[in-house]
């Protein structure tokens, strides 16, 4: 019944650029930079922190989504595999924007960094997620697939499990009390390394 709707679908998803997923990011980016700067909505108080884990938080939510394409595909049918890649580079970049704001505005000293590095444990697990997220950042593209190989390309991108893992981890221990929410991330990671498991597993003859 839903199958000329999903078709449908996919036919409109086919006509957007992947391209265009760069161009809103780094607009949300610029956008939430601009409302930290003039302390405006939720950057009212403590604006740099809010800044920090507002880009931290978007991160981890665009490395379940790109987690979430393949189980989406074969449960639904909706693809959206052509948008992986850009996902998966969005989300270093917002890593990448969460650090330098932790960095530069934040700890603002490089000594300072890895001291905190070393003595916060979710910092450190952060900082693994981040240094995990380098090469996947810089193979993606066609030519690292060509030069690297599809085997070695793709065991180099299951990387992106550990680095979700580590990510989740990192939200954990950052926030003060108990809450909800980063036990949902936890979990709905955890539940799609289980799929991917069992997905590997039919693959293996007996």
Do not use: C
């Amino acid at each position: 019944m839903l199958t000329p709707i999903i078709d449908r679908l996919n036919q409109l998803l086919r006509r957007v650029p992947a391209w265009t997923l760069y161009i809103v990011f780094a607009i949300y980016v610029g956008w939430q930079f601009w409302l930290a700067l003039n302390q405006s909505g939720r950057y009212l108080v403590e604006p740099i922190n809010a800044l920090e884990r507002e880009y931290g938080e978007t991160a981890l939510k665009l490395i379940v989504a790109g987690l979430m394409i393949t189980p989406l595909r074969r449960f639904t049918g909706v693809n959206l595999l052509k948008f992986r890649r850009a996902i998966g580079v969005a989300a270093f970049f917002m890593v990448l924007a969460h650090f330098l704001v932790f960095a530069v505005l934040d700890v603002q000293s490089i000594s300072r960094v890895w001291t905190e590095v070393v003595k916060r444990p979710y910092v450190t697990v952060g900082a693994a997620g981040f240094l995990m997220m380098i090469p996947l950042a810089v193979t993606s593209n066609n030519l690292s697939l060509r030069k690297l190989g599809g085997a070695t390309w793709r065991k180099l991108h299951k990387l992106a499990y550990p680095i979700a893992v580590l990510g989740s981890v990192h939200y954990l221990w950052l926030v003060k009390g108990f809450q909800i929410e980063p036990l949902i991330y936890l979990a709905v990671i955890f539940g799609l390394l289980a799929l991917r498991v069992k997905f590997a597993a039919r693959r293996v003859p007996a």
